[in-house]
């Protein structure tokens, strides 16, 4: 950030907003955005509450008459799976990304920020080229592979990707900020005799914290959404992750259980939105820094 | 991109080799340097080769194939494309994707910049509104919002009654295939914030005495924002624009989803990769899902080469950069 000192510049009229009513407006407008922006989390509480026939066409957000059996319906399972099936197999895999992605993507940073190494300019470039790159091309090849090499319904194509850094984003991001920290640390431990290892993870990583934070939580959070991954890979009910297992409460024979589909779509929200009003501060801040300076 | 030039920045000569003395010792380093960073990248690499390169070798090869996973991959040259160009799923599909695109992003784009300037106004509740605002950017790509649209979107719902209150007729969008597309843009529009957090920020490093010399100079509020801030702000602008638009051509889930996994009605949420993943996942024909993936690549590569070679006219970068 610069030195801006927390000054606030607006639309061309330097400085705050003037006077009561300039001030009266901007809540107004702000309040307007947020009742847009939030109508949908808040209609998902309330019909979750509602009987499954009554959650398309009451207007109501919250009903007069509150029920649980949305949420009771939900300790039956669904197709002999219990909910909490899907619950482990998400979290092992938004666990598992994490993991790989702190290690991986940060040991690559590490070398694009503090190690001139021959080549490290071209090889910088073909990882933000990476970025650009849709994914979607590699979706054919890549089931190919591992399905030739026996791993369709495993996890090992979810997983492997984040244990060799492709997820150029963090690495990006965890560049930049080390870029930022003060090279006269890893000066005088190189005086001192500190290896790449040593410097890597004595001095570099600890003074990571905010970016490894970041990245950890939207790597949590990306593949707990991720459904084409799954939707993929997995095709035995027994492995599915949250947003596959959900999928089995759609309409089939034109039948909705709309009940256990709300009441599902909420409980499977919460992780999300726990994570983000936790963390919401570190989940901003690296959005709005990887956006400058790139 | 600017950053690879901070990357050069090589011990400057007289310094470390002074220290050294030997340039036998100065080699070492220099040959120790390159273990260290290649062990160092040891897995990006791999990943590279294993997952990105070879996996897009490959692609290109099957896209003149015939290859349905299970027989060899027939070379079969250019049929793929001349089948995809002659496909009119495959034309509607671009056709479907192509309004997403120009619909969706421009104006996800414009309410993100609105925003972002409201908000910048004032201090007083700006983190709380930004926080909100931002949650939709975590949460639009689940399943759980895709099932909601749905339901926000049927027959008898919130925007049906809405809209026949309103008097711009009656029904539901999803079953509509006029309208059904419309409900996916709303959902990308819905998520906003992203880009806004990124353009607040850019908002943030405006110096502010431009403004002040610009008020004593006379000029209104719409000439500053026209002669400072959008200036100023153009590669934030140009940041959003590229990575949206890429994003965009990409959707996949909430289309699947808010369509009951048919990209229906009638095709009308036909997006490319819901006819990429019919072509190649359900109906085995890797061979021609290859070549729409190629197709799919230039594309974007071709969009990504406009907004670069059009950035010299629009987008202002600062001299002094560092």
Redesign the interface.
């Known amino acids: 950030?610069?030195g801006?000192g927390?000054?606030?510049?607006?639309?061309?009229?330097?400085g705050?907003?003037r006077g009561r009513r300039g001030?009266l407006a901007?809540?107004a407008?702000?309040l307007l955005?947020?009742a847009v922006?939030?109508y949908?989390?808040v209609?998902?509480v309330g019909?979750s509450f509602k009987p499954g026939r009554e959650?398309?066409?009451s207007?109501e957000l919250f009903p007069a008459g509150p029920v649980l059996t949305n949420f009771t319906g939900l300790a039956d399972g669904i197709a002999d799976i219990s909910i909490a099936t899907f619950f482990q197999n998400s979290l092992f895999y938004a666990l598992g990304s994490v993991a790989g992605i702190l290690?991986?993507c940060s040991?690559?940073a590490?070398?694009?920020a503090r190690?001139?190494?021959?080549g490290?300019?071209v090889?910088?470039?073909?990882?933000?080229g990476?970025l650009?790159?849709?994914?979607?091309?590699?979706?054919?090849?890549?089931?190919?592979?591992f399905?030739k090499a026996g791993l369709v319904n495993t996890y090992v194509p979810l997983l492997?990707?984040k244990?060799?850094?492709?997820e150029a984003f963090f690495?990006f991001l965890m560049?930049?900020f080390m870029?930022n920290l003060p090279r006269e640390l890893d000066e005088a431990a190189r005086l001192d005799g500190c290896?790449?290892a040593r410097i890597?993870w004595s001095i570099v990583l600890p003074l990571c914290r905010p970016a490894l934070i970041t990245s950890a939580i939207f790597t949590f959070?990306n593949a707990?959404?991720d459904?084409?991954g799954p939707?993929?890979y997995l095709n035995e009910p027994g492995k599915y992750t949250v947003?596959?297992g959900?999928?089995m409460f759609?309409?089939q024979e034109g039948v909705a259980n709309?009940g256990g589909?709300?009441a599902?779509?909420?409980v499977?929200?919460l992780p999300?939105?726990l994570f983000?009003l936790a963390f919401?501060r570190y989940?901003?801040d690296g959005?709005?820094?990887?956006?400058?300076?790139? | 991109m600017g950053t690879a030039v901070t990357l050069v920045k090589d011990s400057p000569p007289g310094t470390a080799p002074a220290r050294l003395g030997a340039p036998g010792a100065v080699r070492r380093r220099r040959r120790g340097e390159n273990l260290a960073g290649y062990l160092f990248m040891s897995p990006w690499i791999a990943g590279f080769l294993l997952l990105t390169a070879g996996p897009m070798a490959a692609s290109l090869y099957f896209a003149f194939t015939d290859y349905n996973l299970f027989d060899a991959p027939r070379w079969i040259g250019l049929d793929n494309f001349t089948a995809l160009f002659d496909d009119p799923r495959w034309q509607k599909s671009v056709e479907v994707t192509a309004k997403y695109v120009v619909i969706g992003t421009p104006l996800k784009l414009l309410l993100a910049l609105g925003v972002a300037l409201l908000l910048a106004q004032s201090r007083r509740g700006q983190a709380f509104y930004r926080a909100a605002f931002y949650a939709p950017s975590l949460i639009g790509a689940s399943v759980s919002v895709g099932f909601v649209w749905r339901a926000l979107f049927s027959d008898g719902a919130v925007v049906d009654r809405t809209q026949s209150f309103l008097g711009l007729g009656s029904g539901g969008w999803v079953g509509d295939p006029g309208r059904v597309l419309y409900s996916l843009v709303a959902l990308t529009v819905w998520q906003f914030g992203a880009p806004m957090v990124i353009f607040l920020a850019g908002l943030k490093q405006v110096p502010r005495e431009l403004y002040e010399a610009a008020e004593v100079d006379g000029a209104g509020p719409l000439r500053r924002f026209w002669s400072i801030t959008l200036p100023m702000l153009s590669p934030v602008l140009f940041f959003n624009v590229l990575l949206e638009t890429i994003h965009s051509f990409q959707i996949f889930g909430s289309a699947y989803v808010v369509s009951n996994t048919t990209c229906g009605p009638a095709d009308a949420t036909l997006v490319y990769t819901c006819y990429l993943y019919q072509k190649g996942f359900k109906e085995s024909q890797m061979g021609f899902a290859s070549a729409m993936a190629w197709m799919l690549l230039l594309a974007v590569a071709l969009v990504t080469a406009v907004l670069f070679w059009s950035q010299k006219r629009w987008v202002h970068y600062e001299e002094d950069v560092r």
Not at chain 1, 115 to 118: E, G, L, T
């Open positions: 950030m610069s801006a927390g000054k606030v510049i607006g639309t061309g009229a330097p705050r907003v001030s901007w809540h407008g702000a955005v947020l922006v939030l949908p989390v209609w998902v019909a959650i398309i066409g207007l290690v991986s040991l690559t590490y070398a694009f190690i001139p190494f021959a490290r300019n090889l910088f470039s073909l990882m933000i990476t650009l790159l849709p994914y979607h091309v590699l979706l054919i090849p890549q089931y190919v592979m399905q492997i990707g244990y060799l850094a492709t690495v560049v930049q870029r290896g790449h890597y959070i707990w959404n459904f084409m939707l993929i947003s596959l959900m999928m759609r309409d709309y589909m709300i599902m779509s909420l499977a929200l999300v939105l983000f919401q989940l901003i959005m709005a820094t990887s956006g400058l300076k790139g």
